[in-house]
């Protein structure tokens, strides 16, 4: 099977292996030390700095990866998209994931809410791979700085998150600008 690694700019670094048929099988590897989990202190419901943004057409997709984060991070979702450029710019969160819509007319409506967004903080975003239409993935790749394809595997977005996290409480206290995340 070959190895690879992709350095993803401002993130870490991203192992794979190919196991071919298209299939990679990924891990993370921060390029600062993560905070994991186990060290991760809970959340209290009026701590809402710093907290990530969700994203998704779909109530249950939404539901699902607040509940899985919710525990170690302050977390705010957002299921309308006319609601999402103010919920960006209000929030400036850490960590965007955006869960895009399957048809391509509204990714490209969530596509140029992204492009306008003030602060570009990292987009993760979680989709449907359909090589039908490049101009759209380009457009993906184009706002987004890490592409998830779907079905979403729980336990690396949990991974992602904690690394990404980490480096962006690393990045902010070593400039003094913001206290450490809960």
């Known amino acids: 099977m070959p190895r690879f690694t ?3 700019p401002r993130l870490s670094l991203l192992t794979g292996t190919s196991i071919g048929m ?5 891990s993370l590897k921060a390029m600062t030390t993560p905070v994991p989990h186990s060290k991760a202190k809970p959340v209290s419901q009026v701590d809402r700095t710093n907290a990530i943004l969700i994203f998704s ?6 539901k699902s990866l607040t509940m899985l984060l919710e525990e170690h991070y302050p977390i705010e979702a957002e299921t309308n998209l006319a609601m999402l450029e103010e ?6 969160p850490p960590l965007l ?3 895009l819509y399957p048809l391509p007319p509204d990714i490209l409506k969530t596509v140029e809410v992204l492009k306008r967004r003030k602060n570009k903080n990292p987009v993760v975003m979680f989709h449907v791979f359909r090589n039908n239409r490049p101009e759209i993935e380009q457009a993906i790749r184009n706002v987004s700085d890490l592409i998830l394809y779907k079905p979403i595997n729980a336990e690396l977005v949990s991974e992602l998150v904690s690394v990404l996290m980490a480096i ?15």
């Open 22 to 26: 298209g299939i990679d099988i990924f």
């Open 6 to 8: 992709v350095f993803l």
């Open 97 to 99: 994931l955006v869960d």
């Open 87 to 92: 919920h960006i710019n209000r929030l400036d």
């Open 168 to 182: 962006h409480f690393t990045a902010r206290t070593e400039s003094g600008t913001e206290a450490p995340l809960q």
């Open 57 to 62: 057409p779909d109530h249950d997709i939404a």
